[in-house]
């Protein structure tokens, strides 16, 4: 890939580039979210999706810019990181993909700002001298990564993943993981399934039980471990809702938790829809908290199945 490959969205002007980070963010919410009915799915929130499954410990701020900067991109990295940790070069002439990067800083135990900030404030706290304070996140900063596709080098090593294609070893690891989500699971037959057409469900008990997902039995292994994984994150998100409109917002939501971990762990999830009329109307502070949420639990997920798959 080169950098016309990639979206013509760019932070180059550092004197801008903040404000542009920030409003090309706003913008990826309204459009897709404006232009979607009933019919209509979105092209731009499945390329989130797609990115977001790619970095699922990147925040969905990231994930966002990353999107609109490059939607193609795979592994990121800065520009000294791949040449000292993977040897190789950012071909000449490519752009950097501008991300958020932590600042972490000296930081008041009252007002957490760094000593600079500290001192401008109106915070009058002065038991213990800025040397002694406790380093912390003080706030965020552009910096610049690029896709490995706009470096040359040394190949990487070939990430092994245990799905690959199907699921035989990915479903018995997330049955396993149940516990660790404070979830009950049980896989019941087809003949005993007493849930008419629905591939499983959530069942949300008293606060002192832990929540008991039901998955119906097939023998597509890929689409049970979707499934799985789609009732885990009613689990993990959702009180017992019954109003149909929270009830098919939610949907959306643990579909998509659905729709990234199965790709992270090389399941096809192509054939599912991206439609976002249930959150029509909505407005973008709502939608950034359900992209969050969305990126979270999927990285929640994922991360307890690859320590379980490391362990074993």
């Keep these: 890939m080169t950098t016309n490959d990639c979206s013509p969205v760019s932070?180059?002007?550092?004197?801008?580039?903040?404000?542009?980070?920030?409003?090309?963010?706003?913008?990826?919410?309204?459009?897709?979210?404006?232009?979607?009915?009933?019919a209509v799915s979105s092209e731009q929130f499945q390329e989130w999706l797609d990115v977001q499954s790619c970095f699922h410990d990147?925040?969905?701020?990231?994930?966002?810019?990353?999107?609109?900067?490059c939607p193609n991109a795979t592994r990121v990295a800065g520009y000294r990181t791949w040449q000292t940790e993977f040897d190789r070069h950012?071909?000449?002439?490519?752009?950097?993909?501008?991300?958020?990067?932590p600042i972490i800083a000296k930081q008041c135990p009252?007002?957490?700002?760094?000593?600079?900030y500290h001192d401008q404030s109106d915070c009058?706290?002065?038991?213990?001298?800025?040397?002694?304070?406790?380093?912390?996140?003080?706030?965020?900063?552009?910096?610049?990564?690029?896709?490995?596709?706009?470096t040359e080098g040394e190949p990487l090593p070939e990430l092994e993943t245990d799905a690959s294609g199907d699921a035989d070893e990915l479903l018995p690891v997330l049955l396993?993981?149940?516990?660790?989500?404070?979830?009950?699971?049980?896989?019941?037959?087809?003949?005993?399934?007493?849930?008419?057409?629905?591939k499983g469900i959530c069942q949300y008990?008293?606060?002192?039980?832990?929540?008991?997902?039901?998955?119906?039995?097939?023998?597509?292994?890929?689409?049970l471990a979707v499934t799985l994984v789609h009732e885990y994150a009613h689990a993990r998100l959702h009180d017992d809702v019954t109003d149909e409109i929270n009830r098919s917002k939610h949907e959306l939501e643990a579909e998509r938790v659905g729709y990234i971990v199965g790709r992270y762990f090389g399941l096809d999830t192509s054939g599912s829809a991206f439609y976002l009329a249930a959150w029509e109307g909505d407005e973008p502070a709502a939608i950034f908290d359900r992209l969050e949420r969305i990126s979270s639990t999927a990285a929640e997920i994922i991360t307890v199945v690859d320590e379980e798959m490391v362990n074993e």
């Design 11 to 38: 932070f180059d002007d550092s004197d801008t580039r903040r404000e542009e980070m920030h409003s090309t963010m706003e913008a990826w919410v309204e459009d897709p979210v404006d232009e979607v009915d009933d």
């Design 58 to 69: 990147y925040s969905y701020r990231n994930t966002l810019l990353i999107t609109r900067q």
């Design 90 to 101: 950012v071909k000449e002439g490519e752009n950097a993909i501008w991300i958020w990067a």
């Design 110 to 116: 009252e007002c957490e700002n760094s000593p600079s």
């Design 124 to 150: 009058e706290y002065d038991e213990t001298a800025p040397e002694e304070w406790s380093k912390g996140l003080v706030g965020f900063r552009p910096a610049p990564v690029f896709d490995i596709s706009q």
């Design 176 to 198: 396993e993981v149940a516990s660790s989500l404070d979830v009950d699971v049980e896989v019941v037959s087809p003949t005993e399934w007493t849930h008419g057409d629905a």
């Design 205 to 223: 008990r008293s606060p002192a039980e832990r929540s008991l997902v039901e998955v119906r039995n097939r023998e597509n292994s890929a689409a």
